[in-house]
């Protein structure tokens, strides 16, 4: 008895530190794992945006069926259970439209032809990303809470408004050109091929929103200090909408990474 109990003292640092090195492994990985995203959407917009909207999609479709078996008869006569056929179309629905919105909005967050500044769209992109998943996993250890539904129904505001705030401050540091709406007018009149590409398009968008935030910041500095103008710009910037895109991928990711988790020794 005195035997086995030693050799199972001995094996136990043995098995701890196995679980610290295979820990540290789906780590290196989850980190990976967002860097790969964030390099995708740089280098390849379109076919990131095509595979956002497709794992919205596919995400969305099984989600919210499920949802809406729940959620039907709190609305309509809450004894009667909902037909299959209504669930599931009105679960289709709404899952495209959240695909197509996913897909645009990961078109225009890296469709461009400023290479810097996609690069630091990326950079920031990966850092929203990260804390998502890492938030979900918290979640999910502390609390049981499933990584798919908060990531698809609860997620995508805070990862929006993180995403919003993190270009606000590369903007306000001078690392991204806010570009005035003179040139932008200029670039629209005189730059602008009559066929432009997406990618010319997108920039032009960029440009856009850019002014488009610093002319309510500019407008709220007449009724509030200029650091609530900044936050409030933040929560009503365009760039809000790449909160949708971060969510499905830190879904996916913080989900991956906790059925890796729970099948250590």
Known sequence: MS???DVSERRLPLMIVIRIFLNGLIM???IGAVAAVAWLGYVHPFLFAALTAALSFALGLRLEI???SFELPFYF?????PRILLVGLV????ALMKGVLAGLAALFTFA??????LFWVA???GVTTYAGSAALRALSVSLRAQPWRWGYFRLAPPLG????AGLAMLAAVGVLHATSVGEIGWKLVWELPQKPSVSQVSELFFQLKQAFDDFIVTLLRAVMSEEWARVVGIVVSVNVLTGFVAAVYAAVIAACVRAAEERLP
């Open 3 to 5: 035997l086995r109990r």
């Open 28 to 30: 290196a990985a989850e």
């Open 66 to 68: 499920k949802r809406l």
């Open 77 to 81: 006569e809450g004894a009667r259970s």
């Open 91 to 94: 679960g289709f629905v709404e």
């Open 112 to 117: 461009g032809t400023d290479s810097t500044r």
């Open 123 to 125: 950079v920031v992109f």
């Open 161 to 164: 408004l993180a995403f919003s």
